[in-house]
Protein backbone atom coordinates (compact mmCIF):
# COMPACT_ATOMS: atom_id res chain seq x y z
CA UNK A 1 0.00 0.00 0.00
CA UNK A 2 1.44 3.21 -1.22
CA UNK A 3 1.28 6.13 1.79
CA UNK A 4 -0.16 9.55 1.36
CA UNK A 5 2.33 12.22 1.35
CA UNK A 6 2.36 15.41 3.51
CA UNK A 7 0.69 17.96 0.90
CA UNK A 8 3.09 19.36 -1.83
CA UNK A 9 3.05 21.87 -4.68
CA UNK A 10 4.55 21.58 -8.26
CA UNK A 11 7.63 23.44 -6.71
CA UNK A 12 8.61 20.77 -4.45
CA UNK A 13 9.20 18.45 -7.37
CA UNK A 14 11.94 21.02 -8.60
CA UNK A 15 15.66 20.39 -8.63
CA UNK A 16 19.22 22.17 -8.61
CA UNK A 17 19.63 21.40 -12.42
CA UNK A 18 19.58 24.41 -14.90
CA UNK A 19 16.54 22.99 -17.13
CA UNK A 20 18.19 23.33 -20.36
CA UNK A 21 15.74 22.94 -23.79
CA UNK A 22 15.79 25.74 -25.98
CA UNK A 23 14.05 28.63 -25.44
CA UNK A 24 10.10 28.52 -26.35
CA UNK A 25 10.47 24.45 -26.59
CA UNK A 26 7.30 22.37 -25.76
CA UNK A 27 8.78 20.49 -23.29
CA UNK A 28 9.09 23.27 -20.99
CA UNK A 29 5.35 23.60 -20.48
CA UNK A 30 5.19 19.63 -20.41
CA UNK A 31 7.45 19.92 -17.03
CA UNK A 32 5.50 22.43 -15.90
CA UNK A 33 1.89 20.13 -16.20
CA UNK A 34 3.21 16.87 -14.83
CA UNK A 35 4.97 18.46 -11.74
CA UNK A 36 1.43 20.16 -10.86
CA UNK A 37 -0.06 16.96 -11.57
CA UNK A 38 2.41 14.52 -9.27
CA UNK A 39 1.85 17.14 -6.67
CA UNK A 40 -1.73 16.69 -7.27
CA UNK A 41 -1.31 12.55 -6.61
CA UNK A 42 -0.59 13.26 -3.23
CA UNK A 43 2.09 10.81 -3.28
CA UNK A 44 5.88 11.25 -1.61
CA UNK A 45 8.28 12.05 -4.06
CA UNK A 46 10.49 8.58 -2.98
CA UNK A 47 7.24 6.79 -4.46
CA UNK A 48 7.87 8.28 -7.97
CA UNK A 49 10.91 6.73 -10.65
CA UNK A 50 11.27 8.43 -14.38
CA UNK A 51 13.22 6.32 -16.65
CA UNK A 52 14.06 7.95 -20.20
CA UNK A 53 16.25 7.05 -23.14
CA UNK A 54 17.83 9.72 -25.41
CA UNK A 55 16.58 12.69 -26.95
CA UNK A 56 15.20 16.04 -26.06
CA UNK A 57 12.36 14.51 -24.28
CA UNK A 58 14.88 12.42 -22.46
CA UNK A 59 16.56 14.92 -20.16
CA UNK A 60 13.08 15.22 -17.89
CA UNK A 61 14.68 13.04 -15.19
CA UNK A 62 17.12 15.74 -14.37
CA UNK A 63 14.26 18.11 -13.44
CA UNK A 64 11.95 16.27 -11.39
CA UNK A 65 13.01 16.07 -7.67
CA UNK A 66 12.28 12.28 -7.76
CA UNK A 67 14.25 8.61 -8.38
CA UNK A 68 15.42 8.91 -12.13
CA UNK A 69 17.47 6.68 -14.75
CA UNK A 70 18.85 8.43 -17.70
CA UNK A 71 19.31 5.31 -20.00
CA UNK A 72 20.59 4.18 -23.20
CA UNK A 73 18.66 5.09 -26.77
CA UNK A 74 15.41 3.67 -27.10
CA UNK A 75 15.79 1.21 -23.49
CA UNK A 76 14.05 3.21 -21.58
CA UNK A 77 10.84 0.61 -21.38
CA UNK A 78 13.10 -2.24 -21.00
CA UNK A 79 14.79 -0.62 -17.50
CA UNK A 80 11.33 0.54 -16.29
CA UNK A 81 10.28 -2.89 -17.00
CA UNK A 82 12.82 -4.27 -14.69
CA UNK A 83 12.68 -1.49 -11.80
CA UNK A 84 8.76 -2.31 -11.26
CA UNK A 85 9.27 -5.87 -11.16
CA UNK A 86 12.01 -5.20 -8.77
CA UNK A 87 9.77 -2.68 -7.20
CA UNK A 88 6.18 -3.08 -7.80
CA UNK A 89 5.02 0.01 -5.00
CA UNK A 90 7.03 2.31 -7.54
CA UNK A 91 4.79 5.03 -9.62
CA UNK A 92 7.02 4.13 -12.60
CA UNK A 93 6.67 6.42 -15.52
CA UNK A 94 8.68 6.47 -19.00
CA UNK A 95 9.80 9.50 -20.81
CA UNK A 96 10.14 8.95 -24.57
CA UNK A 97 10.49 10.56 -27.84
CA UNK A 98 9.05 9.89 -31.22
CA UNK A 99 12.84 9.26 -32.32
CA UNK A 100 14.16 7.48 -28.89
CA UNK A 101 10.78 5.35 -28.70
CA UNK A 102 9.71 4.74 -32.37
CA UNK A 103 12.72 4.55 -33.72
CA UNK A 104 16.11 2.88 -31.64
CA UNK A 105 13.40 1.43 -29.18
CA UNK A 106 10.54 0.67 -30.98
CA UNK A 107 10.94 -3.57 -29.92
CA UNK A 108 11.13 -2.72 -26.51
CA UNK A 109 8.22 -0.38 -26.15
CA UNK A 110 6.11 -2.56 -28.03
CA UNK A 111 6.67 -5.42 -25.90
CA UNK A 112 6.24 -3.08 -22.38
CA UNK A 113 2.73 -2.86 -23.71
CA UNK A 114 2.05 -5.74 -25.12
CA UNK A 115 2.80 -7.25 -21.40
CA UNK A 116 0.64 -4.48 -19.78
CA UNK A 117 3.24 -3.20 -17.48
CA UNK A 118 2.31 -0.97 -14.79
CA UNK A 119 4.25 1.91 -17.02
CA UNK A 120 3.32 5.66 -17.72
CA UNK A 121 4.53 6.04 -20.83
CA UNK A 122 4.80 9.44 -22.19
CA UNK A 123 5.97 9.63 -25.65
CA UNK A 124 6.57 13.33 -26.61
CA UNK A 125 6.71 13.69 -30.53
CA UNK A 126 7.31 16.44 -32.13
CA UNK A 127 7.98 14.67 -35.50
CA UNK A 128 11.92 15.51 -35.70
CA UNK A 129 15.41 14.75 -34.34
CA UNK A 130 15.55 17.24 -32.17
CA UNK A 131 18.65 16.09 -30.12
CA UNK A 132 20.73 15.35 -33.08
CA UNK A 133 20.06 18.62 -35.05
CA UNK A 134 16.86 17.82 -37.10
CA UNK A 135 17.06 14.95 -39.22
CA UNK A 136 13.92 13.31 -39.99
CA UNK A 137 12.41 11.02 -37.16
CA UNK A 138 9.78 7.35 -37.95
CA UNK A 139 7.05 10.28 -37.26
CA UNK A 140 7.84 13.21 -39.84
CA UNK A 141 5.00 13.83 -41.61
CA UNK A 142 5.63 13.27 -46.31
CA UNK A 143 7.33 15.94 -47.54
CA UNK A 144 9.10 17.40 -44.41
CA UNK A 145 12.23 18.57 -45.16
CA UNK A 146 15.12 18.60 -42.51
CA UNK A 147 18.82 18.69 -42.90
CA UNK A 148 18.60 14.47 -44.05
CA UNK A 149 15.09 14.75 -46.35
CA UNK A 150 16.46 18.34 -47.82
CA UNK A 151 14.11 17.57 -50.83
CA UNK A 152 11.51 16.12 -48.74
CA UNK A 153 10.66 12.95 -46.85
CA UNK A 154 9.40 9.91 -48.80
CA UNK A 155 8.51 7.64 -45.81
CA UNK A 156 4.95 6.43 -45.05
CA UNK A 157 4.67 8.06 -41.06
CA UNK A 158 4.40 6.24 -38.16
CA UNK A 159 0.96 6.46 -36.05
CA UNK A 160 2.21 5.84 -32.45
CA UNK A 161 -1.55 5.62 -31.40
CA UNK A 162 -2.10 3.16 -33.99
CA UNK A 163 0.87 1.20 -32.78
CA UNK A 164 0.06 1.33 -28.95
CA UNK A 165 -3.52 -0.06 -29.75
CA UNK A 166 -2.08 -3.11 -31.81
CA UNK A 167 0.70 -3.62 -28.89
CA UNK A 168 -2.52 -4.05 -26.45
CA UNK A 169 -2.00 -1.18 -24.26
CA UNK A 170 -4.87 -0.55 -21.79
CA UNK A 171 -4.81 3.35 -22.18
CA UNK A 172 -3.89 5.16 -24.95
CA UNK A 173 -4.56 8.69 -25.35
CA UNK A 174 -3.14 12.21 -27.24
CA UNK A 175 -3.02 15.46 -25.80
CA UNK A 176 -1.01 18.32 -26.78
CA UNK A 177 1.54 20.95 -25.59
CA UNK A 178 -0.09 24.23 -24.96
CA UNK A 179 -3.43 22.48 -24.02
CA UNK A 180 -2.36 22.93 -20.08
CA UNK A 181 -6.15 22.25 -18.79
CA UNK A 182 -6.34 18.52 -21.32
CA UNK A 183 -2.68 18.04 -20.68
CA UNK A 184 -3.03 17.58 -17.20
CA UNK A 185 -6.04 16.08 -17.16
CA UNK A 186 -5.34 13.26 -19.66
CA UNK A 187 -2.03 13.33 -17.26
CA UNK A 188 -4.00 12.55 -14.41
CA UNK A 189 -5.93 9.51 -15.57
CA UNK A 190 -2.99 7.89 -16.96
CA UNK A 191 -1.58 8.02 -13.51
CA UNK A 192 -4.34 6.25 -12.23
CA UNK A 193 -4.58 3.32 -14.54
CA UNK A 194 -3.12 0.15 -13.86
CA UNK A 195 -1.72 -1.28 -16.36
CA UNK A 196 0.44 -0.02 -19.50
CA UNK A 197 -0.59 3.71 -19.92
CA UNK A 198 0.24 4.93 -23.15
CA UNK A 199 -0.20 9.14 -24.37
CA UNK A 200 0.99 10.84 -27.06
CA UNK A 201 2.33 13.99 -26.46
CA UNK A 202 2.43 16.40 -29.66
CA UNK A 203 5.15 18.79 -28.67
CA UNK A 204 6.38 22.04 -30.74
CA UNK A 205 10.06 21.84 -31.60
CA UNK A 206 10.90 25.68 -32.34
CA UNK A 207 14.15 24.91 -34.06
CA UNK A 208 13.81 22.27 -36.24
CA UNK A 209 10.01 21.91 -36.71
CA UNK A 210 8.26 24.94 -35.64
CA UNK A 211 4.68 25.87 -36.85
CA UNK A 212 3.94 21.62 -37.73
CA UNK A 213 1.02 21.50 -35.05
CA UNK A 214 -0.48 25.02 -35.77
CA UNK A 215 -3.31 23.43 -37.03
CA UNK A 216 -4.38 21.91 -34.09
CA UNK A 217 -3.46 25.04 -32.11
CA UNK A 218 -4.27 28.16 -33.87
CA UNK A 219 -7.59 29.61 -32.68
CA UNK A 220 -8.86 30.52 -36.20
CA UNK A 221 -8.70 26.75 -37.26
CA UNK A 222 -8.46 24.61 -34.17
CA UNK A 223 -11.93 24.10 -34.36
CA UNK A 224 -12.36 22.72 -37.56
CA UNK A 225 -9.12 20.83 -37.17
CA UNK A 226 -9.24 19.17 -34.01
CA UNK A 227 -12.08 17.01 -32.33
CA UNK A 228 -12.10 16.18 -28.61
CA UNK A 229 -13.33 12.64 -27.59
CA UNK A 230 -15.86 12.58 -24.67
CA UNK A 231 -16.47 9.07 -23.43
CA UNK A 232 -20.78 8.38 -23.84
CA UNK A 233 -21.00 11.78 -26.15
CA UNK A 234 -21.22 11.96 -30.05
CA UNK A 235 -18.56 12.55 -32.28
CA UNK A 236 -18.77 16.36 -33.04
CA UNK A 237 -16.67 19.14 -33.94
CA UNK A 238 -16.25 22.62 -35.38
CA UNK A 239 -17.15 26.14 -34.72
CA UNK A 240 -20.46 25.76 -32.42
CA UNK A 241 -19.96 21.77 -33.04
CA UNK A 242 -21.68 22.10 -36.30
CA UNK A 243 -20.12 19.07 -37.56
CA UNK A 244 -20.11 15.67 -37.07
CA UNK A 245 -17.95 12.16 -37.59
CA UNK A 246 -20.21 9.12 -39.20
CA UNK A 247 -19.71 5.90 -40.80
CA UNK A 248 -20.31 5.02 -44.20
CA UNK A 249 -19.97 1.20 -44.52
CA UNK A 250 -17.07 1.38 -41.94
CA UNK A 251 -15.37 4.71 -43.78
CA UNK A 252 -15.35 7.51 -41.87
CA UNK A 253 -17.49 11.13 -43.47
CA UNK A 254 -17.56 14.17 -42.05
CA UNK A 255 -21.06 15.62 -42.20
CA UNK A 256 -22.80 19.16 -41.12
CA UNK A 257 -25.22 18.98 -38.64
CA UNK A 258 -27.60 21.69 -39.05
CA UNK A 259 -28.68 21.49 -35.41
CA UNK A 260 -29.38 17.64 -36.43
CA UNK A 261 -26.93 16.44 -33.59
CA UNK A 262 -29.87 14.27 -31.84
CA UNK A 263 -30.85 12.66 -35.25
CA UNK A 264 -27.87 12.58 -37.45
CA UNK A 265 -27.36 8.91 -36.42
CA UNK A 266 -23.82 10.18 -35.20
CA UNK A 267 -21.74 7.60 -32.81
CA UNK A 268 -20.84 7.99 -29.40
CA UNK A 269 -17.84 7.63 -28.25
CA UNK A 270 -17.22 4.33 -26.40
CA UNK A 271 -13.06 4.47 -24.65
CA UNK A 272 -14.21 1.32 -22.39
CA UNK A 273 -15.02 -0.82 -25.90
CA UNK A 274 -14.16 -4.76 -25.36
CA UNK A 275 -12.51 -4.49 -29.01
CA UNK A 276 -10.47 -1.60 -30.18
CA UNK A 277 -11.53 -1.30 -34.29
CA UNK A 278 -13.49 2.24 -33.60
CA UNK A 279 -10.33 3.69 -31.50
CA UNK A 280 -7.67 2.24 -34.52
CA UNK A 281 -9.98 4.34 -37.02
CA UNK A 282 -10.19 7.50 -34.79
CA UNK A 283 -6.43 7.17 -34.44
CA UNK A 284 -5.47 7.53 -38.10
CA UNK A 285 -7.90 10.04 -38.60
CA UNK A 286 -5.42 13.18 -40.36
CA UNK A 287 -6.35 16.46 -41.92
CA UNK A 288 -7.34 18.04 -43.87
CA UNK A 289 -9.95 15.87 -44.75
CA UNK A 290 -10.80 14.40 -41.26
CA UNK A 291 -10.26 16.08 -37.51
CA UNK A 292 -7.26 14.95 -35.63
CA UNK A 293 -8.88 13.11 -32.37
CA UNK A 294 -7.28 14.44 -28.54
CA UNK A 295 -8.36 12.78 -25.57
CA UNK A 296 -8.83 9.32 -24.34
CA UNK A 297 -8.74 6.47 -27.17
CA UNK A 298 -9.26 3.40 -25.24
CA UNK A 299 -9.07 2.11 -21.51
CA UNK A 300 -9.43 -1.41 -20.85
CA UNK A 301 -8.59 -3.83 -17.54
CA UNK A 302 -6.27 -6.55 -18.27
CA UNK A 303 -4.05 -9.12 -15.91
CA UNK A 304 -1.22 -6.65 -14.73
CA UNK A 305 2.43 -8.15 -15.55
CA UNK A 306 4.32 -7.59 -12.60
CA UNK A 307 1.13 -8.82 -10.52
CA UNK A 308 1.04 -12.06 -12.56
CA UNK A 309 4.56 -12.75 -12.35
CA UNK A 310 4.56 -12.53 -8.21
CA UNK A 311 1.54 -14.49 -8.35
CA UNK A 312 2.87 -17.55 -10.90
CA UNK A 313 4.62 -20.21 -8.72
CA UNK A 314 8.37 -20.02 -7.77
CA UNK A 315 10.75 -21.99 -10.05
CA UNK A 316 13.48 -24.14 -8.44
CA UNK A 317 16.24 -21.67 -9.06
CA UNK A 318 19.59 -21.25 -10.85
CA UNK A 319 21.03 -23.89 -8.52
CA UNK A 320 18.36 -26.37 -10.08
CA UNK A 321 18.69 -25.68 -13.43
CA UNK A 322 22.55 -26.55 -12.73
CA UNK A 323 22.13 -29.46 -10.67
CA UNK A 324 19.74 -30.95 -12.93
CA UNK A 325 20.38 -33.91 -15.05
CA UNK A 326 18.23 -33.31 -18.84
CA UNK A 327 21.50 -33.29 -21.11
CA UNK A 328 21.73 -33.23 -24.61
CA UNK A 329 24.06 -34.65 -27.22
CA UNK A 330 25.25 -33.01 -30.42
CA UNK A 331 26.21 -35.52 -33.19
Known amino acids: ?3 KAATLNANDFDTDQEVR ?18 ADLGLPRERFAFVSGIGCASRLPYYLNTFGFHTLAGRAPTIATGLKLA ?3 LSVWVITGDGDGLGHGLNHLVHAMRRNVDLKILLFNNEVHGLSKGQ ?3 TSRLGTRTRSSPQGSIEQPMRPLEL ?3 AGATFVARTIDVDGEHLAQTLRRAADHRGTAFVEIYQNCKVFNDGVFDYATDKTTKADNVLYLEHGRPLMFGKDRTRGLVLRELDPLVI ?7 TAGLPHHDERAARPTMAHLLAGLTGPEFP ?3 GVFRVVE ?6 DRAAAPADDGIEQLFADDDMWSVE
Open 256 to 262: ELDGRAE
Open 87 to 89: CPD
Open 1 to 3: MIE
Open 136 to 138: FSP
Open 164 to 166: ALS
Open 292 to 294: ECF
Open 21 to 38: WCPSCGDYAILAVLKQVL
Open 302 to 307: RPVFEL
